[in-house]
């Protein structure tokens, strides 16, 4: 979808805290993965896992970190993951449900289509 609409349409990555922290709530899957990490306390800790994480999966997108207030998480009900596609006058056009059931792509790809026919 990045490759297809990129050029018409800004996407971005936007990290935001860990789901699964070692202080928290951690996953035996992420443990046998090695995705250890203690929730960060500063902006620098949780930018540095956000590269990480990019790096590792190879995540092409623009990455923005959201910041340790969570402002965006808690603005846009984002975890644990959801897509959302902001239209030209900064109003929602679309939110999928929340991941990772509701973390389904072709609906996003639909609602950008149709914005951009109505350019």
């Not at 960060?40 to 997108?61: F, S």
């Not at 991941?99 to 951009?116: M, N």
Request: hydrophobic share 35%.
């Amino acid at each position: 979808m990045y490759a297809k609409y990129g050029k018409e349409v800004q996407f971005f990555m936007v990290y935001i805290k860990e789901a699964h922290p070692s202080d928290g709530r951690q996953s035996g899957s992420n443990v046998r993965e090695g995705i250890v990490y203690v929730q960060p306390k500063t902006l620098e800790e949780r930018t540095k896992i956000a590269a990480k994480m990019c790096a590792t999966l190879k995540i092409t997108l623009p990455a923005i970190v959201d910041g340790v207030d969570n402002k965006v998480n808690t603005a846009y009900s984002a975890g644990p993951d959801r897509l959302y596609l902001i239209d030209a006058d900064g109003k929602i056009a679309f939110k999928s449900e929340p991941g990772p059931w509701g973390f389904k792509p072709a609906g996003l790809e639909e609602a950008i289509a149709q914005q951009l026919k109505t350019k």
